[in-house]
């Protein structure tokens, strides 16, 4: 069955970095475009940013451009997202997500909080 699993999450300050990984198994990875959503306390779940499989075409949040780089490693069914200039207001969990076959399938999720 589709896993995925996210780790590097953590406790940082504003202006540090972070890479968060999504091991990912149970389908053709690359095949498939990945995405990183977060979601803050008391908001709604939005999605982070997203690369394709075929050329790696990426897209990201306003929010993050510039700071987050989304890539993918086919040959180790990972994906990443480097963060960097952190901000207090990326505290959130952060989710893995991918859709196979219509149905949507998430990790559990890496917390990121961002304070001094």
């Known amino acids: 069955q589709v896993q995925l699993v996210e780790s590097g999450g953590g406790l940082v300050q504003p202006g540090g970095s972070l890479r968060l990984s999504c091991a990912a198994s149970g389908f053709i990875f690359s095949v498939y475009t990945m995405s990183w959503y977060r979601q803050a306390p008391g908001k709604e779940r939005e999605l982070v940013a997203t690369?394709?499989?075929?050329?790696?075409?990426?897209t990201y949040a306003d929010s993050v451009k510039g700071r987050f780089t989304i890539s993918r490693d086919n040959a180790k069914n990972t994906v990443y997202l480097q963060m960097n200039s952190l901000k207090p207001e990326d505290t959130a969990v952060y989710y893995c997500n991918v859709a196979v076959r219509r149905a949507d399938y998430w990790g559990k999720g890496t917390l990121v909080t961002v304070s001094s």
């Open positions: 690369i394709s499989t075929v050329g790696g075409i990426t």
